[in-house]
Structures are given as structure tokens and as C-alpha cells.
């Protein structure tokens, strides 16, 4: 085809926002890229490209001055206008391109480890899991204090220490001894992009390839996605009523590097862990020399009675990494999290935390660390536990009134979802599509066991249901939809 034939054919939509030169600048380049203009083919005169195009002669040499500046054409006057000889033939598309350079075995454990970890696409609605009440939060107050700090910026807001914010990690000291019986320094506190990025951390700086790590089953997977993705072997260890069962996995994988476990509300079952236990799992992780991660992830969230002490309180042997979030108090999308490390550990994770991303974004760290000194922070907690404790409880009196003969309750003390169990056999991923299609959502438990994990590391057939951040009309419409479906009306 005669170059002429080619260029006026290039597609021109003038109903596009986008300025008519840079279409044009762009067609061409992605002519010269896939082939159809050769190395070296003389283009029309600005004049009669104009012309054949019915456009300006400015918009023409607009384009031809973007595409010589960046080395697609060249010329002078006199002359005309060429594709450069320079640039390599374009080699013939294939019919049906593939993936031409494999990911690395890393990249690929990366990139399928957390594929079956949802993340939220749709509306608020009955029985969202993970979710605080975002309503509220109180935001008015947050973009006050955000924007005394705009008025006022300092040398803080430029690259900051990969540790986090100072006074903000001096607040959590006195506010996790307070609160959680964690006692440390402002140098073991390493500030993360979300917990997940703290598990991230530490599956990759104590774990190799296939280390053992003991993983709660059924647990979280959002802690097992990088434990597969750094090659470590993952050892799932059943749960029962006192929490991890440590002598299984003391006898089935006695040389674990690492345990990760949901002390005070264990994930999705609900159970705490009982102190016998939690002295258990301290006294063999310091004989087999273990990391032990406990992740607090909605421990300001206890109905009955005071929160619990953390297990890195009894902690003797600097075997306990905490790990926090902000997520579940506050919002996830402001993905702030933290860490407490042993201080032999903390500087070699604050290190890594600057490889990574050199530090998480250091204003909401600052708009925090005020939110929390000037008295907000306790008096959020506060509002939001009773109002998450009414919501609980509408949630256990509509079960036991209107699903009393379909589903058994788990324990309901804490956090901001409920384990329910199925009274008769139902099928877990049907009651779940059901649920979808009538406009709720439902998290089969199986959702927390990998696919391959033994009968004592499953959960019985059942529902996560959350509860927290569900209004109350809400909470009772979703029961009487997940009433009609067990019941298949």
C-alpha cells in the first residue's frame, strides 16, 4: 500500500477530547511500531497530509515535531519528512500473542499467592467480613487536623525514616503498654503500609526457601499468601477450642522457624487463645528457637469483659513479633499498620522497610499521631465499641429468632465478624452464590483452608458473617434473605 493510501487511513475521532495532534502524533508512531510504515518511507508534505486528512497544517506539523523530537522521523527543508532509517525493522505480530518472557519462579509464587484474597468492588452491604464501621469515623475532624498540617509542612514531609514517624511511634508505645501489655521502645516500632506489609517483612527476612512455618488452619490467608510466596513449606496446624494446637504441630513439624497465629481472636473461628496454651506455644518456640508472629488485628474490639493481654506480654525469651493494624479502628484504605520487633531484630526489618518503599507515606503518619494525642483516637474506640457491641448483638438475636434450626454460633466475644456453623448439610460455595445473586455476601469457612489441608485443619461447614460495619436495617434484611435461602425459598 502506497504510504499516502496508509496515513490518510490513520483514525482521527474529532469528537475526542483528546487534541487532534496528538492522535495524529500517536496513529503514526503506532504505524511506524507495528510495521505498516517501513525505516526509511518518505511521508506526505505537511501541505498535502493536510489536505488528504482535512485538518490544520499546524496540527500536522504539531505531530511531525513531537515524532522527530523523539527520533521516529527525520528531515530538513527541502528535503521531506522520512521515518528514520535507523529503527529496526518491525518484526510481524503473532496471530496470538503470548506471555514472550516468562515471570521467574518468584515472580510466579508472587503473583499466585493471594489470587484467592478478595478485596471489595461492590456497595456496602449484609454480611460484609473485615470491615469497620466507616460511617462512623470521624472524618470532619481527620481533614481538620490534615489540613493544619498542609498550612504548616516541615522537613518531615520529605524523605523520611524508613522507621516511621517519631512521635506517632512514641504514641503507640504508650498506647499498646496501655492497652495490650506491650511493652517496648520507640526503635522496635517499625510503621507498615498495612499489616500486610509487616507479614510481608517478616515471611521474607526469616524465612528461606522451604523453611517450615506453622500457619493456623483455618486462618488467615492473607498471611499464608507470603509464606507460599517466599517458598516457605507452609505446615497447617489445626485450631480447637483453646486456640493453635501446639502439641500437633510440636509432633508433626518439630523444626519450624516461624508460627503465625490470632491469639486473641483467632481467624475465622473466633476462639481465644487460653493461657495454658499461649504458654505452650512460648515455652517451645524458645526451646526450637522460633519466631512467633502474633497478629492483634481487632483486639480493641472485646464485648465481654476487658480486652486481653497480648502473648508478647508474656513473652521472656524476644521470641514474639507484634504485628498491628490500624485497618479495622480507623479504615483500610489508609493502610497504615505496624510492628513490634525484638530490638536484635528491629533495625535489620527497618532496613529491608527501605528497600521496599523507603517509608510509608509520612502525612497520615503525622494527621495520626495528632488524631491520637489530642484524644480522638480513645474516644473513636470508645464510640465504635458500643456501637459494634449493639450490631453483635442484634446479629445473636436475630440468628437465635429466625435461624435458630439452620446455624449454630461461634464464639461472639470479640472482633467485628461472627462464626456461624450449618445445624444440616448445606453446601458452603451454593449458599454463598445464592447469596450473591439475592444481594448479600457470605464467606464459606472452607474460603480459610487451602485446598490440600487434612480434615483436622478444616473448619465444619458454615458462615463468616461480619457484622460491624452492616447498618441495622441491613443486619435484618440480610437475615431474613440467608433464612429464605437455607431454607430454599
Sequence with gaps: MHPTQILTALPLDRADATPLFRQLYAAIKAAILSGTISPGMQLPPTREFCRLLAISRQTVLNAYAQLTAEGYLSGSVGKGTFVSALLPVAAPAKAAPGLLRPLSARGQAYAGAMHKVAWHQSPLRAFRIGMPGIEHFPFDVWSRLEARRWRRPDHRMGYSDPAGYLPLRELLCV???????????????LITSG?????????????????????????????????????????????????????????????????????????????????PRRLELLAWAARAKAWVVEDDYDSEYRYTGAPLASLHSLDRDGCVIYVGTLSKVLFPGLRLGYLVAPPALAE??????????????????????????????????????????????LLLRGLARELDDQLACGPADAGLDLCAYFRHGHDEDAVARAGLERGIELRP??????????????????????FAAVPEAEIEHGLLVLGAILRGR
Excluded at 371 to 381: N, P, V
Design 175 to 189: 498506647y499498646l503498654k496501655a492497652a495490650r501489655g506491650v511493652v517496648c521502645t520507640p526503635e522496635q516500632i
Design 195 to 275: 499489616s500486610q506489609q509487616a507479614l510481608f517483612l517478616l515471611s521474607t527476612m526469616l524465612l528461606g526457601p522451604g523453611d517450615a512455618a506453622w500457619m493456623e488452619s483455618p486462618g488467615y490467608r492473607g498471611a499464608s499468601g507470603p509464606l507460599h510466596a517466599g517458598g516457605a513449606h507452609v505446615f497447617p496446624v489445626p485450631v480447637d477450642a483453646q486456640g493453635l494446637d501446639v502439641a500437633h504441630g510440636a509432633a508433626h513439624c518439630p523444626h519450624a522457624r516461624l508460627v503465625y497465629v490470632t491469639p486473641s481472636h483467632q481467624l475465622p473461628l473466633g476462639v481465644t487463645m487460653s493461657l
Design 348 to 393: 535489620a526489618l527497618v532496613r529491608a522497610k527501605n528497600v521496599i518503599d523507603r517509608h510509608t507515606a509520612i502525612v497520615p503518619q503525622m494527621v495520626l499521631a495528632d488524631f491520637i494525642a489530642e484524644g480522638h483516637f480513645g474516644r473513636h474506640i470508645k464510640r465504635t465499641r458500643e456501637i459494634n457491641a449493639g450490631r453483635r448483638a
Design 445 to 466: 469457612l472452607s474460603h480459610y483452608a487451602a485446598a490440600d489441608a487434612p480434615p483436622a485443619c478444616r473448619a465444619a461447614p458454615g458462615l463468616l458473617l461480619g
